[in-house]
């Protein structure tokens, strides 16, 4: 039946393979094949699916913010972490700066940059990317994945509006440490390469209640999973998520880089990718793949079949 779903959802999807752009303001990113398109599913009882490009790597981009954010909670607590940023929906583009000036230069949620660069800030140890992999590693369970060093490169020598933002939280007191090392942290964050199945099973954790169903160990305590799952929903596909909630129903994280990851309560993860992006920085296909499975797997949150 899942297989079923996945196959007839990847060709729903490819009828939308041309519309969008890649995120082309990323200049390594602008490389991309535009019309590879993949989706995995991996169940809390430890079975695969997958369909198309599914093992094509590609970066995280802003569905790396779950992993940093689990991390900064993990090593700095809740406290120090809302001290710096809230949980409150923005209405606003993810790159934005205006509610920056409204709000005292306290970032209104973690997924978008201004509250992930503000997320970054507040990890704590001396090692924060080795720390970030090392988290990384586990959720996805392969110990190979690596940060895209082109991509890193690529978005460090661009990334302008990004030294915006967070130059302007430093002016407000917000970040203490020295910007362009917060920053270097932040963009190789954003670098991460994965795949769907890597997507599929870090959203299987943690529609798992953070716990690893082949090892048994607890990764993610339920504290900071109330948290981040609630944040996937009301806020992680930037200014369309009110409309994703209503349409496909399901905690979800999208990054520029054209994938989206979906935590299933105690079912599954799902991981979706396909390079070219709407207007709001979401992958068009990957919206798709993810309604259709939602629909017919009868995955929304308020369904009565769920």
Known sequence: MIQKVLDEALEYAKVHLKEGHVADYIPELAKVDPDKIGVSIVTTDGKH?????????????????????ILAMQTAGAKKVFDHVGVEPTGDPF??????????????????????????????????????????RRLCRRDTIEIDQAVYRSEKATGMRNRA????????????????????IYFQICSLSVTTQDLATCGMILANDGVDPFTGERLVDNSILRVIKSLMVTCGLYDGSGEFAVRVGLPTKSGVGGGMMSAVEGKMG??????????????VCSYHML????????????????
């Open 49 to 69: 699916y997958c369909a198309g490009d599914w093992d094509q790597t590609f970066t995280a981009q802003s569905i790396a913010k779950t992993i940093s954010f």
């Open 95 to 136: 790159n934005s700066i205006l509610k920056l000036e409204l709000k005292d230069g306290k970032p209104l949620n973690p997924m978008i940059n201004a509250g992930a660069i503000a997320v970054v800030s507040c990890i704590e140890g001396d090692d924060p990317i080795g720390q970030f992999l090392a988290l990384a």
């Open 165 to 184: 933002l967070a130059y302007f939280m430093q002016s407000e007191g917000l970040i203490e440490q020295n910007v362009e090392e917060v920053l270097d």
């Open 270 to 283: 799902i991981g979706v990718f396909s390079p070219r992006l709407d207007e709001k920085g979401n992958s």
């Open 291 to 306: 309604e259709y499975i939602s629909n017919h797997l009868k995955l929304h949150y308020f369904s009565s079949h769920n």
